[in-house]
């Protein structure tokens, strides 16, 4: 079963799109943070830690999955190099 360059290319794509996805959510999810009054403690980062990390955890490994596929697939240039002869 021959993936090859190009379902390579495809599944980086959609690994960068899913890794793009938890960053907006991460950063956009929550929506904004009421202003605190005088004498409240300020809000921590710890607010966005109810989104889960799914997207960020499947475009990882769908990314990765892509760069593999794309450096072990043959690649057809260099082979036809190699059996080509010399000439000289």
């Known amino acids: 079963m021959k993936f090859g360059r190009f379902h390579g290319l495809i599944l980086m794509l959609l690994g960068f799109i899913l ?3 938890q960053a907006f959510l991460y950063f956009h999810g929550q929506g904004r943070v009421p202003s605190t ?3 409240q403690s300020s809000p921590s980062r710890s607010e966005n830690s ?3 990390p799914i997207f960020g955890i ?15 697939s043959p ?3 260099l082979k036809q190099e190699l059996n080509a002869p010399d000439k000289k």
């Open 19 to 21: 890794l793009m996805g």
């Open 37 to 39: 009054t005088y004498g």
């Open 50 to 52: 109810g989104i889960p």
């Open 58 to 72: 499947m475009g990882g490994l769908v990314f990765g999955a892509g760069v593999v596929i794309l450096l072990v």
């Open 75 to 77: 690649n057809k240039s």
